[in-house]
Nanobody, 124 residues
Framework: QVQLVESGGGLVQPGDSLRLSCVASGTSLDTYAVAWFRQAPGKEREGVACVSGNTKYEDSVKGRFTISKDGAENTVYLQMNDLKPEDTAVYYC????????????????????WGQGTQVTVSA
């Protein structure tokens, strides 16, 4: 049974940084695509970034967010810099045994395993 646990969310001011962590148990993430999605109130869940044999980012976070995978820790990180109020959402980690990843609209169905989410609030 694959389990994903996110942490690292919080309340920050615009321009601040946060690092989210997604720790996996039950499998090695070495052969898994791992993605970060987010969902703001009243909006659909959207992809933010993913890593597998490739790395992809949603346009609004390019240059600000960085996804990385630590095989030794079986953890995927999302470093978020220059946070904006529009980044406010619940952030979810998702994984699936895919050689390549994507976060295009509608890609939530590609991922088999999901964490419980961590809240990120960006407010002055």
């Amino acid at each position: 049974q694959v389990q994903l646990v996110e942490s690292g969310g919080g309340l920050v001011q615009p321009g601040d940084s946060l690092r989210l962590s997604c720790v996996a148990s039950g499998t090695s993430l070495d052969t898994y695509a791992v993605a970060w999605f987010r969902q703001a109130p009243g909006k659909e869940r959207e992809g933010v970034a993913c890593v597998s044999g490739n790395t992809k980012y949603e346009d609004s976070v390019k240059g600000r967010f960085t996804i990385s995978k630590d095989g030794a820790e079986n953890t995927v990180y999302l470093q978020m810099n220059d946070l904006k109020p529009e980044d406010t959402a619940v952030y979810y980690c998702a994984a699936s045994p895919l050689p390549l990843c994507t976060v295009v609209p509608g890609s939530t169905g590609l991922y088999d395993y999901w964490g419980q989410g961590t809240q990120v609030t960006v407010s002055a």
